[in-house]
């Protein structure tokens, strides 16, 4: 809070969705084990910090996030002392570990759920709990999977919020016993040297006791009551107060449907960060959950200057353009055909030389892109199943194929299939089955291959990681925007706070071969370039010149 420089702002975090990382015992799914078995890989790859998605006990209704106990870990990845293993592993090569922590909801096979439904005490109020007809809901609410966001418990005869699956019950954060127990449960595993969290739907954990209808025309319907809710920040504040602002850790808080303003409060409350999505709903339609429209440069733009400029002078950003929950960068922002490698580097490019906490998301670093599914039997998502069934009941749509594109572009399994590690079978990743198919370019984008080319993706994120980790500018420099309109070129500079030079940033968004132009008032003596995605051109000056593909371009300047 308020420090100028931090370990967290200098880090480069690797996230990785363990049941598609690596598996070490043939069962098709990702472990521990197969996590240490690549320490060295992440090693090599420079990363700094490793965010591990839940690997908690679980029913794995959806990927973890329905924690059942939040001090064991599933028997799928392999037991605590697999995760003390793998802490140590990763400590003794200076790269941390931050847990991803879900607070908000557990699965409703958690112990204090069961004996909420009970009512038993002082478990009663553990849980958002309403009587009234089992045939009318409390309030119109609607959850973010789709459907009701309240389901009918026969043996408590009463109605329980669940703001995602109807497996995941919402905690009640108003009761402080609950409250007692999370901060014990954060303390736990800040002792056994967590270095940090990044905390699930962080914004959701406060709701309006009165639980008043929503706007029947907002998505999803209650959100008003619910996203950044009335004793929010009270609660992030005392979570900070009571733990977190004794370790020195990182945290980051997902927060849904904030804007610049709202983000500053979770700043003040204690977080060091928070993931922010107003730069990932420029392609989104507002007709459902599957639509998707065409998106243009100034719309990035504007997204990413905003947060520039208004959250990074007070406080930090974090940087991403992807996770377990969005599609491939390069099949969203990118060139997944004839430019893949070169859009893959230029999308790079961009999240590495913004001032903020660059987040790669597993097989980024490889240019992996969206896979292929044939039918909706090859999902495993259960967002995805549960809004598809949804389409079809409704009448909206009468066949999968009707939507089937929308649904490949948009299912959170694009991200999820496992890193193909070799071009052997099923990628090298498992000796068994995978539990989700494997992306169908795997003999063409796969670690073994990139490792040995030195123009690959894999390798020019290496050298990324090296120019950040050895230019001050490009983690504290302040961010100046160049050409405000230009379609295709977005450009900026990276000016410094302790006199070292300045650094240019050029980035061509598109296919076509647009000419650059220097502002006048941007003046340099000398100028060196630092890295880019293609070959150097030969140019005696970079007041103006043209750009190829999807080229990325980052000149220093003094």
Same mark, same amino acid.
């Given at each position: 809070?308020?420090?100028?420089?931090?370990?967290?702002?200098?880090?480069?975090? =690797?996230?990785?969705?363990?049941?598609?990382?690596?598996?070490?015992?043939?069962?098709?799914?990702?472990?521990?084990?197969?996590?240490?078995?690549?320490?060295?890989?992440?090693?090599?790859?420079?990363?700094?910090?490793?965010?591990?998605?839940?690997?908690?006990?679980?029913?794995?209704?959806?990927?973890?996030?329905?924690?059942?106990?939040?001090?064991?870990?599933?028997?799928?990845?392999?037991?605590?002392?697999?995760?003390?293993?793998?802490?140590?592993?990763?400590?003794?090569?200076?790269?941390?570990?931050?847990?991803?922590?879900?607070?908000?909801?557990?699965?409703?096979?958690?112990?204090?759920?069961?004996?909420?439904?009970?009512?038993?005490?002082?478990?009663?109020?553990?849980?958002?709990?309403?009587?009234?007809?089992?045939?009318?809901?409390?309030?119109?609410?609607?959850?973010?999977?789709?459907?009701?966001?309240?389901?009918?418990?026969?043996?408590?005869?009463?109605?329980?919020?669940?703001?995602?699956?109807?497996?995941?019950?919402?905690?009640?954060?108003?009761?402080?016993?609950?409250?007692?127990?999370?901060?014990?449960?954060?303390?736990?595993?800040?002792?056994?040297?967590?270095?940090?969290?990044?905390?699930?739907?962080?914004?959701?954990?406060?709701?309006?006791?009165?639980?008043?209808?929503?706007?029947?025309?907002?998505?999803?319907?209650?959100?008003?009551?619910?996203?950044?809710?009335?004793?929010?920040?009270?609660?992030?504040?005392?979570? =900070?107060?009571?733990?977190?602002?004794?370790?020195?850790?990182?945290?980051?808080?997902?927060?849904?449907?904030?804007?610049?303003?709202?983000?500053?409060?979770?700043?003040?409350?204690?977080?060091?960060?928070?993931?922010?999505?107003?730069?990932?709903?420029?392609d989104r339609g507002d007709t459902g959950p599957w639509d998707f429209d065409d998106w243009d440069l100034d719309e990035l733009r504007d997204a990413?200057?905003?947060?520039?400029?208004?959250?990074?002078?007070?406080?930090?950003?974090?940087?991403?353009?992807?996770?377990?929950?969005?599609?491939?960068?390069?099949?969203?922002?990118?060139?997944?055909?004839r430019y893949r490698v070169e859009s893959a580097k230029m999308l790079a490019t961009y999240l590495f030389t913004l001032r903020g906490t660059p987040?790669?998301?597993?097989?980024?670093?490889?240019?992996?892109?969206?896979?292929?599914?044939?039918?909706?039997?090859?999902?495993?998502?259960?967002?995805?199943?549960?809004?598809?069934?949804?389409?079809?009941?409704?009448?909206?749509?009468?066949?999968?194929?009707?939507?089937?594109?929308?649904?490949?572009?948009?299912?959170?399994?694009?991200?999820?299939?496992?890193?193909?590690?070799?071009?052997?079978?099923?990628?090298?990743?498992?000796?068994?089955?995978?539990?989700?198919?494997?992306?169908?370019?795997?003999?063409?984008?796969?670690?073994?291959?990139?490792?040995?080319?030195?123009?690959?993706?894999?390798?020019?994120?290496?050298?990324?990681?090296?120019?950040?980790?050895?230019?001050?500018?490009?983690?504290?420099?302040?961010?100046?925007?160049?050409?405000?309109?230009?379609?295709?070129?977005?450009?900026?500079?990276?000016?410094?706070?302790?006199?070292?030079?300045?650094?240019?940033?050029?980035?061509?968004?598109?296919?076509?071969?647009?000419?650059?132009?220097?502002?006048?008032?941007?003046?340099?003596?000398?100028?060196?370039?630092?890295?880019?995605?293609?070959?150097?051109?030969?140019?005696?000056?970079?007041?103006?010149?043209?750009?190829r593909p999807y080229e990325a371009l980052v000149y220093a300047l003094e």
């Amino acid at each position: 809070m308020g420090r100028d420089s931090a370990w967290w702002k200098e880090a480069v975090v =690797y996230q990785i969705y363990p049941r598609s990382f690596y598996n070490s015992d043939a069962d098709g799914i990702g472990d521990l084990r197969g996590i240490r078995e690549k320490v060295d890989y992440l090693d090599e790859l420079g990363v700094d910090v490793v965010w591990l998605n839940p690997v908690y006990d679980s029913p794995l209704v959806d990927g973890g996030y329905d924690v059942r106990e939040y001090r064991s870990i599933h028997p799928d990845y392999g037991a605590m002392d697999d995760w003390e293993a793998l802490r140590d592993e990763l400590h003794e090569r200076g790269i941390r570990l931050i847990m991803d922590m879900v607070t908000n909801h557990t699965s409703d096979e958690h112990e204090w759920f069961r004996k909420s439904r009970r009512g038993e005490d002082p478990y009663r109020k553990y849980y958002w709990w309403a009587g009234g007809d089992p045939d009318s809901p409390p309030n119109n609410w609607e959850s973010f999977f789709g459907g009701p966001a309240w389901s009918y418990d026969e043996r408590r005869e009463a109605w329980y919020l669940h703001l995602f699956d109807q497996k995941q019950p919402d905690l009640n954060w108003r009761n402080p016993a609950v409250r007692e127990d999370i901060f014990e449960m954060l303390r736990w595993w800040l002792e056994k040297d967590c270095d940090g969290f990044r905390f699930d739907v962080i914004n959701l954990i406060s709701k309006p006791s009165a639980l008043p209808d929503g706007d029947p025309d907002s998505t999803p319907r209650g959100r008003e009551y619910f996203i950044d809710g009335p004793r929010v920040h009270e609660y992030v504040r005392e979570m =900070y107060d009571r733990v977190l602002s004794e370790y020195d850790i990182m945290t980051v808080g997902e927060t849904s449907h904030i804007t610049v303003e709202e983000a500053r409060r979770f700043y003040e409350d204690g977080l060091d960060m928070v993931f922010t999505f107003q730069h990932l709903h420029i392609d989104r339609g507002d007709t459902g959950p599957w639509d998707f429209d065409d998106w243009d440069l100034d719309e990035l733009r504007d997204a990413t200057a905003a947060w520039q400029r208004g959250v990074s002078e007070q406080s930090w950003n974090s940087l991403f353009l992807g996770n377990h929950d969005q599609p491939r960068m390069v099949s969203r922002f990118g060139d997944e055909g004839r430019y893949r490698v070169e859009s893959a580097k230029m999308l790079a490019t961009y999240l590495f030389t913004l001032r903020g906490t660059p987040f790669v998301y597993q097989g980024d670093e490889l240019g992996m892109t969206n896979p292929t599914f044939e039918r909706l039997d090859e999902y495993r998502d259960e967002e995805t199943i549960q809004q598809v069934m949804l389409a079809l009941r409704s009448g909206g749509v009468s066949t999968f194929d009707q939507i089937r594109e929308a649904v490949d572009f948009w299912s959170r399994d694009n991200a999820r299939t496992p890193i193909p590690w070799s071009d052997e079978r099923n990628a090298g990743f498992t000796d068994g089955e995978p539990w989700i198919k494997v992306c169908e370019n795997y003999p063409e984008v796969n670690v073994e291959r990139e490792r040995d080319d030195e123009d690959s993706v894999l390798q020019y994120y290496r050298r990324l990681i090296d120019l950040r980790h050895s230019t001050p500018v490009m983690v504290y420099g302040r961010y100046a925007q160049l050409l405000d309109d230009h379609p295709e070129i977005y450009a900026y500079l990276r000016t410094p706070t302790d006199g070292s030079r300045s650094l240019l940033v050029v980035l061509n968004f598109f296919d076509g071969e647009p000419t650059f132009r220097l502002p006048n008032d941007v003046s340099y003596d000398r100028w060196e370039k630092l890295i880019g995605n293609y070959e150097s051109a030969s140019r005696d000056s970079i007041r103006e010149f043209d750009l190829r593909p999807y080229e990325a371009l980052v000149y220093a300047l003094e």
